[in-house]
């Protein structure tokens, strides 16, 4: 028999992953300002139609168990290389504040009645900077989240946004200021990307250690 490694990577991925699952549900943006760099997950509570699956999966739970978008926050000058002290600057907090303000201007703009900040709830849990992109990577490949890969987390950058095509997120949820709006086609094919993604939840990775990894984490939910 093989002996038990905590410090394998599949080890580690899985504790981190189930330590953000076990952090206390706060609203969207969290009430009170904190410092730190880290993962979160945002989970998605309302009624709009694109979304009613995944909210039925939840078992009661009223949207707060499989999340809609799973993303991190990196200290500052992360890229300069690896620090021990954690960062003193409220890196995630500031993350969570952006896609906050995201979806307000989707909700002011009117052009999508279904969608309001409200129904939005997140986890968050802070990190050292070796750990972060780890987390990140097993929590996406577990749970498949609907957003990751939709363009909901991009930024803005200068005028071309503004005449190139719309993301599937800003197609799906006009009114985010200096974005495009999407075509009925684009809107569509928002809505089967995830309906996609809640199909795969169903679904155990075809490599078996990343198989293990989810059974292992899904026993928390």
């Given at each position: 028999m093989?002996?038990f490694?905590?410090l394998?990577?599949e080890?580690?991925?899985v504790t981190?992953a189930?330590?953000?699952?076990?952090q206390?549900?706060?609203?969207l943006?969290?009430s009170?300002?904190?410092?730190?760099?880290g993962?979160y997950?945002?989970y998605?509570?309302g009624?709009?139609?694109?979304?009613?699956?995944l909210v039925?999966?939840?078992?009661?739970?009223?949207?707060?168990?499989?999340?809609?978008?799973?993303?991190?926050?990196?200290?500052?000058?992360?890229?300069?290389?690896f620090?021990?002290?954690?960062?003193?600057?409220?890196?995630?907090?500031t993350?969570l504040?952006?896609?906050a303000?995201?979806?307000?201007e989707v909700?002011?703009?009117g052009?999508?009645?279904?969608?309001?900040?409200?129904?939005?709830?997140?986890?968050?849990l802070v990190?050292?900077d070796?750990y972060?992109t780890?987390a990140?990577?097993?929590l996406?490949?577990t749970f498949?989240?609907a957003?990751?890969?939709m363009?909901?987390?991009?930024?803005?950058v200068?005028?071309?946004r503004?005449?190139g095509?719309p993301?599937?997120?800003?197609?799906?949820?006009p009114g985010r200021?200096?974005r495009?709006?999407?075509?009925?086609?684009?809107?569509?094919l928002?809505?089967?990307?995830?309906?996609?993604?809640?199909?795969?939840?169903g679904q155990?990775p075809?490599?078996?250690?990343?198989a293990?990894m989810?059974?292992?984490?899904?026993?928390?939910?």
């Amino acid at each position: 028999m093989t002996p038990f490694d905590p410090l394998a990577v599949e080890n580690v991925g899985v504790t981190l992953a189930v330590e953000l699952l076990e952090q206390p549900l706060h609203s969207l943006p969290p009430s009170d300002r904190f410092t730190g760099a880290g993962v979160y997950a945002l989970y998605y509570t309302g009624n709009h139609s694109a979304y009613a699956d995944l909210v039925a999966l939840d078992d009661g739970a009223g949207g707060t168990k499989y999340p809609v978008y799973i993303g991190s926050a990196v200290r500052e000058n992360a890229k300069q290389g690896f620090n021990p002290r954690p960062t003193a600057q409220a890196r995630l907090w500031t993350r969570l504040g952006h896609h906050a303000d995201s979806i307000r201007e989707v909700e002011a703009a009117g052009l999508d009645t279904d969608f309001r900040l409200e129904d939005f709830r997140c986890r968050f849990l802070v990190l050292q900077d070796a750990y972060i992109t780890l987390a990140e990577s097993v929590l996406i490949a577990t749970f498949r989240p609907a957003w990751n890969g939709m363009g909901f987390g991009s930024k803005v950058v200068g005028g071309e946004r503004m005449s190139g095509r719309p993301s599937l997120w800003d197609s799906l949820h006009p009114g985010r200021g200096g974005r495009p709006v999407g075509t009925p086609e684009r809107q569509t094919l928002a809505r089967a990307q995830i309906g996609d993604s809640i199909q795969r939840l169903g679904q155990e990775p075809a490599d078996e250690r990343a198989a293990r990894m989810m059974e292992r984490i899904k026993r928390f939910l």
